[in-house]
Structures are given as structure tokens and as C-alpha cells.
């Protein structure tokens, strides 16, 4: 039997996998040539302008004191790396609380939005409306500006109650003391969280094979808050409270919370909050009203039907955008430097900046900060959305 001659192979060049390769590797040579112009670029102005480089910087004494801070800090002391860390940790603690928050007071706007009740509905549609379209530094204008500076001198300081004091400097109030014995209450505080979330998820299971609902909210909470109030009587009360006194024209002692720091997270709360609304209303609208009627048919009442059937299904519409509003809200804080709240950018970028002029180093130290709360925010949520997405069968 003849043999068939095998086809003639064509250029290269019209191989479209060599030229795929060939235009990525164009790409790469050419991003390549651009950073390294821009770094020599750089590196020559500095030395130029006799600018030192490197982040030797870090561990120079910074010289400046912040106010708000979660560790030990000093400006005789400290260094600029310390200061780094001071103004991180205030970016992730306002991040943190405004996520939480934002979330919460969403969830409620957004679900009143559909309210039967027509006074609800509409109070919550001129709140997303009213807030959506303000720009947000105005707002965090008006909470410092308007609402917190006119509030008294702390000799006129409006009196709370339990030791609680409010005045144009902040919110004094007492600050806890944590004696011999008071780990044991953290660790009863862990014991409880991982014990409420175990029954958490042996309470669905048992959910999904039998049909019987159990009490997850008053275990939980029952063993959050209850577990450690044992365990604080049982150490002896190793927890005591310093009370803020008036001293002079200040007050001395206790725990003050700045109005720099509330300004910015009610503005970032009650700012996400109003787009998080609208995306919770998409996602509850997005599924089908025959659930709804389903579960009324099985005798499940309107609150009972919402929490187990409406939003479980809706979650998988509403978390991919409510995750770009969770980095929105983290990237927003940098707006504290217009409030003075000492936050990464005010601090770092700020002062540290100013006194040292290393402004490459600053930063691109800023960014990568950015970009790694950024990348770990996405990878949680993207995480939590493969678990409440429905999987095809």
C-alpha cells in the first residue's frame, strides 16, 4: 500500500500558539524596558537632588507624636517604622468596624426598602438616595465640622451616665485594667466563639436530615457572653475599670475615643451602607417570588421566610458586588487625612513623607499596603461566595 505523503508545514509564523507566545513574550520585554527606564529614571533625580534612598529610613527616630494609637508609641522613642504600624493598625481597626457595621446597617436598609409598610419604605429610599449622592468627603465635612465640633468644652461635658463623658474632644469612658487571671477570660471568650460556631454547623445538619431547628442565636450568645462572665467570676475578677475624672481642663484616666475617628466611621458606615442597600434589594428581587409563596404554603410566617429561604438564595447575587464596596470602604478611609485622623495615609504619607522626602519609598510602601488588604479582602469574600453559590447537579 502507498505511502501518503505527509502535509507540507507551513511558516511558523501562522502557527497561532508561536504567535500567542511571541506576543507575550513582546509584551514582557517591553514591560520590562519600562520599568527599568522608570527605576533608573528615578534613581539618577534622586541622586541628583542628593535625596537618600533605600528604607534605611525605617528605623530613624521619628520625632512626632499621634494621638490615636493601638500600641506603645513614643516620638522620643519610636521610629518611623513603629509609626508605620501605628497608622496601619488605625486603617485596618477603622476597616474593620466599618465593614461590620456598614454590612449590618445595609442588610436593614436594604431589606425596609421592600417593606409593606409604605412610611418605612420610602424613609429608607430618601436615605440611599439622600446619602448615595453626596460625595463622601463632604459627608465626613459635615459629621466633624457640624455634628461632633460644636458639642460642649469638656468643663460642659454632657454627663452619660456610668462614667461616660461626651465633649468636643471625644468620648471619655472607662478604660479597663486587666489584672492576674484576666487571660483566662480571653480564652474563655475563644472557647465560646468556637463552640458556638461547632454547634452552628451541627445544628444545620441536623437542620437538613431531620427538618428540626434548633436555637443557634441563644446558644451563640450564650456561650459568647456567658462563658466568659463566668470565667471572670471564677478568676476573681481580675478586670477593673479606671474611670475618667476632669482634671483642670481635660479630662484624665479612662479611655477617649477622638471625633477625628467617629467622624470617619459614621461617614464610611452610613456612605457604604446606602450602596450595600441597593444591593441587597437587587439580590432579594433577584429571586424568584415563587420561593416566597412556597415557603408561606408550608406554613412559614414572613421573617422565618426571609431568613432561611429569600436570603440564602439571594446571597449568591449579592456578594460579588458587596465585596468591591467592602474595598471600597477600606480604600475610602484615606480620606481621614482631610479630618486629621491618623490613619496610613496621613501618617505615612503625611508626615513621614514630609520630614524625610524618600517619597518613592513611602510610596510604593502605601501601595503594596493597599494592595494586600485589598487582595486578602477579595480571597475571603471570593472564598465565602464559592460556599453560597448553587452548585449544578
Not at 500567542?20 to 522608570?38: D, H, K, M, N, R
Not at 471572670?232 to 483642670?248: H, K
Not at 467592602?326 to 480620606?335: E, G, I, M, P
Not at 518613592?360 to 460556599?387: D, G, P, W
Request: aromatic share 10%; charged share 10%; net charge positive.
Amino acid at each position: 500500500m502507498p505511502q501518503t505523503a505527509a502535509p507540507p508545514r507551513g511558516s511558523l509564523f501562522y502557527d497561532p500558539r508561536v504567535r500567542g507566545l511571541a506576543y507575550q513574550l513582546l509584551l514582557v520585554l517591553g514591560l520590562t524596558f519600562l520599568i527599568y527606564s522608570a527605576a533608573s529614571n528615578a534613581i539618577e533625580n534622586l541622586r541628583a537632588a542628593k535625596i537618600a534612598s533605600g528604607f534605611g529610613f525605617l528605623s530613624t527616630t521619628s520625632g512626632f507624636d499621634i494621638n490615636q494609637r493601638l500600641i506603645a508609641y513614643s516620638a522620643a522613642t519610636s521610629t518611623y517604622g513603629e509609626a508605620f504600624i501605628v497608622g496601619l493598625l488605625n486603617t485596618l481597626l477603622v476597616a474593620a468596624i466599618g465593614i461590620v457595621l456598614a454590612t449590618i446597617l445595609g442588610f436593614v436598609v436594604g431589606i425596609a426598602r421592600l417593606s409593606s409598610n409604605w412610611i418605612v419604605a420610602k424613609v429608607a429610599k430618601v436615605y440611599v438616595e439622600m446619602i448615595r449622592n453626596v460625595p463622601l468627603l463632604l459627608q465626613l465635612f459635615i459629621w466633624y465640622n457640624a455634628v461632633l465640633k460644636p458639642l460642649p468644652p469638656p468643663r460642659q461635658s454632657l454627663d452619660l451616665g456610668a462614667g461616660f463623658y461626651l465633649n468636643n474632644r471625644g468620648l471619655f469612658m472607662p478604660d479597663p485594667v486587666f489584672g492576674a487571671g484576666a487571660g483566662f477570660i480571653g480564652w474563655a471568650l475563644v472557647a465560646g466563639i468556637a463552640g458556638s460556631i461547632a454547634f452552628r454547623i451541627w445544628a444545620r445538619k441536623q437542620q437538613e436530615a431531620t427538618g428540626r431547628q434548633f436555637p443557634v442565636g441563644l446558644v451563640a450568645l450564650g456561650l459568647i457572653i456567658g462563658l466568659p462572665v463566668v470565667t471572670f467570676f471564677a478568676a476573681g475578677s481580675p478586670i477593673t475599670l479606671n474611670y475618667p475624672s476632669l482634671r483642670g481642663f481635660n479630662f484624665a484616666g479612662g479611655l477617649q475615643i477622638f471625633p477625628e475617628f467617629v467622624a470617619l466611621l459614621v461617614g464610611l458606615v452610613t456612605y457604604t451602607a446606602a450602596f450595600i442597600a441597593e444591593i441587597v434589594r437587587a439580590g432579594i428581587l433577584a429571586v424568584s417570588r415563587g420561593q416566597t409563596e412556597a415557603a408561606h404554603s408550608l406554613g412559614l410566617r414572613n421573617g422565618p421566610t426571609l431568613r432561611l429561604v429569600v436570603i440564602p438564595q439571594a446571597m449568591r447575587v449579592i456578594v460579588p458586588p458587596l465585596t468591591s464596596q467592602y474595598l471600597n470602604l477600606t480604600k475610602n478611609s484615606s480620606l481621614a487625612v482631610a479630618i486629621g485622623y491618623p490613619d496610613l495615609v496621613q501618617v505615612f504619607m503625611g508626615t513621614v513623607l514630609n520630614q524625610t522626602g524618600q517619597a518613592v519609598e513611602v510610596i510604593a510602601i502605601t501601595m503594596a499596603v493597599y494592595l494586600t488588604i485589598s487582595l486578602v479582602t477579595s480571597l475571603v469574600m471570593n472564598i465565602y461566595n464559592r460556599r453560597v453559590a448553587i452548585v449544578e447537579r
